[in-house]
């Protein structure tokens, strides 16, 4: 483990070495940086990636997406007067409840019939709460140290309890004169932090003490989440930009990645791969469960694990789709990749797990269903048709080897595979973006917000350049997570301990955590 931070260390490093000239080299290549992402609105939320460009550049996170309305080659709209269109109100809720309901309950039944039945209350008690605290924690601190200001890691504390907040704020979304209530936003920006938290209880399940698992969280959302959410999405809106100057501007208050313009629709680096590499970093320093490798450990229900799968599938449109913050073309193009995405990997998943072990299985194809689900996040709205076919083929193969050989080779006791499908399907789709988000390829391109067009194959800077920003961002959450979660796990061990006692594990955290079991035999 310790050989490994030390890599990541390096790897870092270097990372930060390069970045400069990156960002530099893709600013200057085009000149307008806008790019996108959650919006934080010029005086509201601000909130998204990409530093460059254009489109809908957003790069951003929960939130990202073109800032122009419509497809690629749409003009997006010039100083108009600020307006709050209904129709994108009540999208914006739908998509909020819909990001709840991917975790509680999806999520929680996802990881639920995966556990064996003596921990299946104990995951869903960790999800359900894990999601109430980070709503509590998002409302206190943290969005507006994600959202609320300037700065290349951390936003300000301007907005501490939401001071400030009222029902007449409001934030950006990716078009100019076009806003959103900010409680709308911040709501919907709270349900990526609770959902990226709640990602990592599959890897530690079943053999983590409760109390451990919440101070966990407080540390691991505080000093990965949220500056991984600012760095990436964090932005002062299209409304900023008028010339150069006002660009040069809004990049040098945007977060870190933003500014050298990396895209990230929905949260590929800020929620996957930053849960995934969190989770495997736990998996490691909590070591295996008692009789891993050499006593079962299946599902106790598949049937309730397809459940939650069918229910994270729906949810996820709400995820993607609402990340583009309206309405419009884009979001079609967010939601029809996200389906089509998918529908592939499910299909190239079972079929890698036909070929090789004789049998497709209903685990593979709800895993294959997650893994299309995860890879296709951060390039929803930057995609074509094309793109996103290729992404959902591509990740449910990849994602297959992640939880079988890649895992073999890490030796971790990955329990429901958070890593594998998560982490590597987040860096699936995080690298392809910066290829099939290309105009040439029949992708969206990015929003120049100088000129007010999107999708114009001039203002892209070209897929290897951005394959390389991309790469950038990964290995940056990768890091980032790597090292915030090693520090937290030695903290709680220090204070709480971290591991449950081997009678506790075997009686099952059910009955020994909770004083309650799921079933009644």
């Known amino acids: 483990m310790k050989k490994i931070l030390i890599m990541l260390l390096t790897a870092g490093a270097i990372a930060m070495a390069s970045g400069g000239v990156a960002a530099q080299g893709g600013g200057a290549a085009h000149g307008d940086a806008a790019s996108a992402a959650p919006?934080?609105?010029?005086a509201a939320p601000a909130a998204a990636p990409a530093g460059e460009a254009k489109k809908d550049d957003a790069a951003a996170a929960p939130a990202a997406a073109p800032a122009a309305s419509g497809g690629g080659q749409k003009e997006a709209v010039e100083q108009a007067a600020p307006t709050v269109d209904k129709g994108d109100v009540a999208f914006m809720y739908t998509a909020t409840i819909m990001v709840i309901?991917?975790?509680?309950?999806?999520?929680?039944?996802?990881?639920?019939?995966?556990?064996r039945s003596k921990n299946m209350l104990s995951v869903l008690m960790q999800v359900f709460v894990i999601f109430s605290l980070i709503t509590v924690l998002?409302?206190?601190?943290?969005?507006?140290?994600?959202f609320g200001g300037a700065g290349a890691f951390y936003g300000s504390f301007d907005k501490l309890f939401l001071s400030g907040v009222t029902a007449e704020s409001m934030a950006a979304t990716f078009s100019k004169g076009v806003y959103l209530p900010e409680l709308t936003f911040i709501a919907f920006q709270g349900t990526f932090a609770a959902i990226t938290c709640a990602l990592i209880v599959g890897a530690y399940a079943e053999r983590m003490k409760f109390s451990a698992v919440l101070l966990f969280m407080v540390i691991w959302f505080t000093f990965s989440y949220i500056p991984m959410a600012h760095m990436v999405w964090y932005w002062d809106g299209p409304d900023a930009i008028k010339d150069q100057a006002t660009l040069d501007a809004v990049t040098a208050n945007a977060g870190w990645l933003w500014a050298k313009?990396?895209?990230?629709?929905?949260?590929?680096?800020?929620?996957?791969?930053?849960?995934?590499v969190a989770g495997l970093v736990a998996a490691y320093v909590l070591g295996k469960r008692v009789g891993y490798g050499r006593e079962s450990l299946a599902p106790h229900s598949l049937t309730l694990t397809m459940v939650g799968a069918a229910l994270l599938w729906v949810g996820w449109f709400g995820f993607n789709a609402g990340s583009n913050l309206e309405a419009n073309g884009v979001a079609a193009f967010a939601f029809v990749n996200t389906l089509l995405a998918t529908a592939a990997a499910v299909l190239s998943w079972i079929f890698a797990e036909w070929m090789l072990k004789g049998k497709?299985?209903?685990?593979?194809?709800?895993?294959?269903?997650?893994?299309?689900?995860?890879?296709?996040?951060?390039?929803?709205?930057?995609?074509?048709?094309i793109g996103a076919l290729v992404i959902g083929l591509v990740a449910g193969a990849v994602c297959f080897w992640g939880v079988t050989g890649l895992k073999k080779m890490l030796g971790a006791d990955d329990a429901l595979d958070v890593f594998g499908v998560h982490g590597v399907g987040g860096i699936v789709g995080a690298l392809l973006t910066g290829i099939f988000a290309s105009p040439s390829l029949g992708g969206l391109g990015i929003c120049n917000y100088i000129t007010n067009k999107c999708g114009d194959a001039a203002d892209f800077p070209g897929i290897g350049t951005q394959v390389w920003i991309q790469f950038q961002g990964v290995l940056t959450a990768i890091v980032l997570s790597a090292i915030v979660s090693y520090v937290a796990l030695l903290i709680v061990k220090a204070i709480t301990g971290v591991r449950v006692t081997e009678e506790e594990e075997r009686e099952g955290l059910d009955t020994t955590y909770h004083g309650e079991s799921a079933y009644k035999m």
């Not at 998002?138 to 994600?146: E, M, N, Q, S």
């Not at 313009?261 to 995934?276: K, R």
């Not at 299985?361 to 709800?366: H, P, Q, T």
């Open 101 to 115: 309901l991917m975790t509680i309950p999806g999520l929680a039944l996802f990881y639920g019939g995966l556990v």
């Open 39 to 42: 919006a934080a609105a010029a």
């Open 360 to 385: 497709p299985s209903m685990l593979g194809a709800a895993s294959g269903a997650v893994a299309g689900l995860v890879a296709i996040t951060p390039a929803c709205g930057f995609v074509g048709i």
């Open 138 to 146: 998002w409302v206190i601190y943290g969005y507006t140290l994600a």
């Open 261 to 276: 313009g990396a895209l990230d629709f929905a949260g590929g680096t800020v929620v996957h791969i930053n849960a995934g």
